[in-house]
């Protein structure tokens, strides 16, 4: 089996077709669907955040079977996740998307576990301690993207489990617990 | 009145409800809503509204109705005794327009009145008539045939003909090898001969086509004799050259082209129906689809000098659903046309297209236009649509690489989206997935 790194890729990945945006509405429906499942399965596994239309990302070539797919492509299937709310446009011009593996919620979930297991209910941490400290390391939230965390944050603020409060710096941005 | 008359010998139809025409007739005129009616016989069965043909041996008249295509019925002009030249009268201005014939049929004699409720080229259908009935166009045939039948004999058996070292017209014949290169020398210097008058000048070439025509059957026709009776001396090359001149000679000679100076306001009707008979042969050739800008070259170049535009195949093609044709029009997506049978599947066209990509190799590396065009035997345009149509029904999916457009079987479907590594055991997904492997 074909591999990307650590990461199996599916026996189509080697079917030329699948890297041809299709014209017939019944199989394109397919297509997308397959491409939006690996697109998130590679992200989620390889912890990649941001996918930018114009640089090389691996998934989106085959040197196996020497398929790449188009620009038009692309955007099709990162638009397509986009519509589902497993994505965003980080610009306009749309060249930059995040990816969400977890949508926002769940990663506020995923905060809330975090901070109940190490004890944290009345604790301050910065972010950037949750993004690379000691505590977060061997979690989901290590490496966190910076964009992502901040939504997650602020949904949490709004129901009132967290305070952010602002350094001078925005590396000194914290975050006080209230679970 | 239905019943198959037993005054005039029925005519023979094309399925198409087209008349088929003796060697060498030529149709001259149409007119519709022709009756026929005699006063002599109280038995004479009623002809009424009916389309009527002039030709260069007989006059046709064809029931209005085309699923009755037995009450068709020819009049020989060789059996015409008389044909009446019309009244001036007061009355005639009134009637609508007629003439009278005389026709000698089973030792007795009639007279019949074509009756004209239609609007036609009257006037130019009577000298017309006159002129055929005294051109005597049949006989010249049995002449031509009878010379052709000699030439034949004397061709092929020599040696069987016990007429001496002298020919009847006095010229010293030759037997053997040498008589027959002598002969062949002497056919060829009249054909060229008749070429070159032909080519002269357009003119002459409009006047001499029908000769070229004949020429062209008659060299076939000695093709086919000659590929019958010597294939065993024949080498392969010789042979392949001899098709190769068939095919060419086949592809001319529609005798009797419909035009709009001989159909009039039926030009488009009749031409339609010409069309749909001359249509099959090619069709049967390319597998049951052809082209239409390939027909319009081999119908024009069978019509030779009767060209016709692009607007009027096109409009003989859109005729052909009113009269319930055996062929049909067919506009793909792309906006390509074609012709097929009515009777051509599409499902049988996809069944061996799928099996076409479910071989090992199309499997592995997807099938071009041109390697369908090669199994299916068609061209490769037609063979691209067959494959568009079948991507457009989930049977296909494409693949657009540097290395070109090629289609694969669409897969897709057979894919597990809740378990995107799961290969099920049986199915064209696994089958893929092995001849994938196994390079």
Aim: proline fraction near 4%; hydrophobic fraction near 40%; aromatic fraction near 8%.
């Amino acid at each position: 089996m074909q591999k990307l790194g650590d990461f199996k890729l599916p026996q189509f990945f080697n079917y030329p077709p699948y890297f041809t945006l299709q014209p017939v509405r019944d199989t394109r429906e397919k297509q997308v669907q397959l491409w939006k499942d690996l697109i998130l399965d590679y992200c989620k596994t390889q912890k990649i955040f941001v996918i930018e239309l114009e640089d090389e990302f691996p998934l989106f070539s085959n040197p196996v079977i020497e398929r790449s797919l188009s620009h038009e492509a692309r955007k099709a299937f990162l638009s397509a996740l986009v519509s589902e709310g497993r994505a965003e446009w980080l610009d306009k011009g749309h060249r930059k998307c995040l990816i969400l593996w977890h949508q926002i919620q769940d990663w506020a979930n995923i905060i809330l576990l975090f901070v109940k297991d190490n004890g944290l209910e009345d604790g301050v941490m910065t972010i950037e301690e949750i993004r690379s400290g000691i505590e977060s390391r061997g979690t989901e939230l290590h490496g966190i993207d910076r964009t992502i965390l901040m939504r997650a944050l602020k949904l949490l603020e709004h129901k009132g489990k967290v305070a952010i409060f602002k350094g001078t710096s925005t590396d000194d941005e914290g975050v006080k617990f209230s679970v | 009145m239905a019943t198959v008359n037993n005054f005039f010998p029925s005519a023979s139809i094309t399925s198409s409800g087209r008349p088929v025409l003796l060697p060498n007739e030529v149709e001259c005129q149409l007119l519709s809503a022709v009756d026929l009616e005699s006063d002599d016989d109280p038995n004479f069965p009623s002809f009424k509204s009916g389309l009527l043909i002039l030709t260069t041996h007989r006059l046709l008249w064809l029931p209005s109705n085309s699923t009755t295509h037995s009450n068709a019925i020819a009049i020989p002009l060789s059996l015409i005794t008389h044909i009446f030249s019309p009244k001036k009268s007061i009355k005639a201005i009134f009637h609508s327009p007629r003439v009278r014939f005389q026709v000698s049929l089973n030792s007795k004699s009639l007279v019949v009145t074509v009756v004209a409720r239609g609007k036609g080229d009257w006037d130019g259908f009577l000298p017309k008539f006159f002129e055929n009935w005294r051109g005597r166009a049949w006989e010249t045939d049995t002449v031509g045939s009878s010379t052709d039948g000699s030439v034949a004999t004397a061709v092929s058996g020599a040696s069987s003909n016990s007429g001496g070292f002298y020919s009847s017209d006095g010229s010293v014949r030759l037997v053997g090898v040498a008589g027959i290169l002598r002969k062949e020398q002497e056919m060829w210097e009249s054909t060229d001969k008749s070429l070159q008058e032909a080519f002269q000048d357009l003119n002459a070439l409009m006047s001499k086509a029908k000769e070229m025509v004949m020429l062209a059957e008659k060299m076939r026709q000695k093709l086919l004799s000659g590929s019958n009776s010597q294939t065993s001396a024949a080498n392969d090359e010789e042979m392949g050259s001899k098709e190769e001149m068939q095919d060419w000679l086949l592809s001319v000679g529609i005798i009797s082209p419909v035009t709009k100076e001989s159909a009039g306001a039926l030009y488009h009707q009749q031409l339609s129906r010409q069309l749909a008979d001359f249509v099959r042969i090619p069709l049967v050739r390319a597998g049951g689809m052809i082209n239409l800008i390939d027909i319009y070259c081999l119908f024009n170049r069978a019509r030779g000098t009767e060209l016709i535009s692009p607007e009027d195949l096109l409009q003989a093609c859109t005729l052909w659903e009113k009269f319930d044709a055996p062929v049909m029009l067919r506009k793909f997506d792309s906006g390509v046309m074609v012709i097929q049978n009515k009777s051509h599947s599409d499902e049988e066209v996809f069944a061996r297209i799928k099996t076409l990509v479910t071989q090992p190799d199309a499997l592995q590396g997807g099938i071009t236009a041109s390697d369908a065009a090669m199994t299916l035997g068609i061209a490769p345009a037609m063979a691209k649509e067959h494959l568009l149509t079948a991507e457009s029904r989930g049977i296909l999916c494409r693949d657009i690489s540097p290395d070109g457009f090629r289609f694969y079987i669409n897969l897709f479907p057979e894919i597990n989206s809740d378990d995107m590594h799961m290969v099920k055991d049986h199915g064209i997904y696994s089958l893929w997935a092995r001849a994938v492997s196994a390079l």
